[in-house]
């Protein structure tokens, strides 16, 4: 069987061809770093227009890369939400028309699902049930996975992302959009023992989080040692990169706990960052995440998403819709 994916909730046009034989055979992604970077982040309406413009060459050459046809395709993948609805439904309507024209199956994919399953593009599923830590710009999720669909939230942010909480803070260390990667970047350099920044939520019981106070800690920080020099700003960096990664290594540790699992998945854009997948792999747990291109958005997590369902049989009317917000916790097992 093979499925086309098309990823569009957000800043990246995503279009990937995965075979149930062979894996993604084809995916290309395309950013829109250097669209929404002036601006210091994301404008919606930027992002729709842009997917438009993007959209169709892209398919071109993925399926070209992918040695396919149209006419080899037997279903149609793409996110039909949690993101920025305008963005969403570029892709809905793109992939929901392509389906009818070609008369084949559509499905509409979770984002934060087809996250939650990229790594096992790689890897098989672990062994059930599992922790997984989704961490992204839009959502930070701590999962209990019983299966494929079946999924149960244990905890989430109250505020800010944790890829939101990367971002504003590169905001305010005077760096560009995205700020995850650049603040990566420069805490390599950085001494994370010189600021002392908050573990949120770590001394109380409970799986949420809340990013908005460490942002608070860090504004606080420029604040009292402006004029900024370059190590300053590599210091603060990593002290709130070690920050966040503690944070979430304290959390990850009580829900494999509260759970009983042994396997911590990570993915999301924010599992691309080093110091946390090394912060993590301390924990005593076998630790799961995709490789670095399939942690940021792209289509292939779709075209494997969409696939699950679609190979369990399951579909759905030709209406195109799209949701802007959708709690994983209220999907089905295919
Ligand atoms: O999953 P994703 O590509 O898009 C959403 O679904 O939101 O995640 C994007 C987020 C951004 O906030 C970006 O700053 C962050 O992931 N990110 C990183 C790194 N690479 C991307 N954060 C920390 N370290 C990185 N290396
Ligand atoms: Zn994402």
Redesign the pocket.
């Known amino acids: 069987m093979r499925v086309l994916g098309i990823e569009t909730?957000?800043?990246?046009t995503g279009i990937a061809v995965y075979d149930s034989c062979r894996g993604i055979i084809a995916h290309n992604v395309s950013s829109q770093v250097e669209l929404h970077n002036r601006y210091g982040g994301i404008v919606p309406e930027l992002a729709s227009r842009d997917h438009i413009r993007k959209v169709s060459p892209l398919l071109a050459q993925t399926l070209h890369d992918a040695g396919s046809t149209l006419g080899d395709l037997d279903g149609v993948a793409f996110t039909s939400g949690p993101?920025l609805i305008g963005a969403l439904m570029v892709g809905a309507s793109f992939g929901r028309s392509l389906a009818w024209a070609l008369d084949i199956p559509a499905i509409g994919v979770h984002?934060?699902e087809a996250?939650l399953l990229a790594p096992l593009l790689d890897t098989a599923i672990p062994e059930l049930p599992f922790v997984a830590l989704l961490?992204?710009?839009?959502?930070t999720l701590l999962v209990h996975v019983m299966g494929i669909g079946e999924y149960r939230l244990l905890g989430q942010s109250l505020d800010d992302?944790?890829?939101?909480a990367?971002?504003k803070t590169?905001k305010l260390l005077g760096l560009g959009?995205?700020?995850?990667?650049q603040?990566?970047k420069l805490a390599s350099n950085g001494n994370d023992q010189r600021f002392q920044f908050p573990r949120p939520m770590t001394d109380r019981p409970g799986l949420d989080f809340s990013f908005s106070g460490l942002k608070t800690a860090v504004r606080n920080v420029i604040d009292a040692t402006s004029p900024l020099e370059s190590t300053d700003v590599a210091d603060i960096a990593a002290s709130f990169?070690r920050a966040v990664a503690e944070t979430l290594r304290i959390k990850c540790r009580r829900a494999l706990d509260h759970t009983g699992a042994s396997t911590l998945v990570l993915s999301?854009?924010?599992?691309?960052?080093?110091?946390?997948r090394k912060v993590l792999q301390s924990l005593e747990c076998a630790l799961l995440y995709p490789s670095?291109e399939l942690?940021?958005?792209?289509g292939a997590m779709i075209a494997f998403a969409g696939y699950q369902r679609l190979n369990a049989g399951y579909r759905e009317p030709l209406e195109i819709s799209s949701k802007a917000r959708w709690s994983l916790d209220t999907l089905g097992v295919p």
């Open positions: 909730s957000c800043d990246e993101g984002h934060m996250h961490v992204s710009g839009g959502h992302a944790v890829g939101e990367f971002d590169a959009y995205p700020g995850g990667p603040i990566a990169e999301g854009g924010v599992a691309a960052n080093t110091t946390l670095i942690c940021t958005d792209n």
